[in-house]
């Protein structure tokens, strides 16, 4: 069955150091995106990619990093420059951009 | 597997008319329900969220019904406005975070 794959469930990091979030679709999908949820929030969109070797920022960009080598795979890192990191992050796909998402089950990192 | 399901991919409502988005879930243990509102370009945003204690919550024109033995919660937006034109998502949060493919709605003037 096609799907979104969103690695691991849980993370734990100690402050100050990088960590990667992953994200894998086999939906054929085109578009992938990253965003963050806090208590109380809505979603809000950190990164996405339209095509492969293609990203742009979000509403939420500062403090993290993407990549886009290839189709199937948008990994999120999480530097030490995000004043906040400890949330909810959800990848989702699309066919193409804004039309026909799929979400992950996503990541929940706390940074202790 | 979904465990969220949206089988509607889109509807259309005139204008003032009431607008019905359902929404079928696997899971019995699921208990908060969220939905989302997307506009192009933009990230989500959240709209209304209904916890399996009650079966019904209301705000503005948006009334959000949950059917708990059918495994089935539904948006009613009346009146509808053609600024309500979006997609919607709804989707369960808890441990994790499941959401269905989206309903484009289009209220039409």
């Known amino acids: 069955d096609g799907g979104i794959t969103q690695s691991p469930k849980y993370l734990f990091r100690k402050e100050g150091q990088n960590v990667t979030l992953s994200c894998e679709q086999n939906?054929?999908?085109?578009?992938m995106y990253w965003y963050r949820q806090d208590p109380g929030q809505g979603l809000r969109l950190i990164y996405y990619?339209?095509?492969?070797?293609?990203?742009q920022k979000g509403d939420i960009a500062e403090g993290y990093s993407v990549s886009r080598e290839k189709k199937e795979s948008f990994p999120l890192t999480v530097t030490s420059a995000q004043k906040n990191p400890t949330a909810f992050y959800l990848c989702a796909s699309s066919i193409q951009l804004n039309y026909g998402y799929t979400f992950g089950s996503g990541t929940r990192l706390t940074v202790v | 597997d979904q465990q969220v399901k949206q089988n509607s991919p889109s509807l259309s409502v005139q204008e003032g008319r009431i607008s019905i988005l359902n929404c079928d879930y696997t899971n019995s243990m699921f208990d908060y329900f969220l939905w989302y509102k997307k506009y192009p370009a933009e990230g989500p945003t959240f709209l209304i969220s209904i916890s399996s204690i009650k079966d019904k919550n209301e705000d503005g024109r948006f009334t959000v019904f949950l059917n708990k033995s059918a495994k089935h919660l539904s948006l009613h937006i009346v009146p509808s406005q053609p600024g309500d034109s979006a997609v919607y998502f709804c989707g369960n949060t808890g441990n994790q975070f499941y959401f269905g493919t989206g309903t484009s709605l289009t209220v039409i003037p």
């Open positions: 990619s339209q095509i492969v070797n293609d990203f």
């Open positions: 939906l054929n999908h085109d578009a």
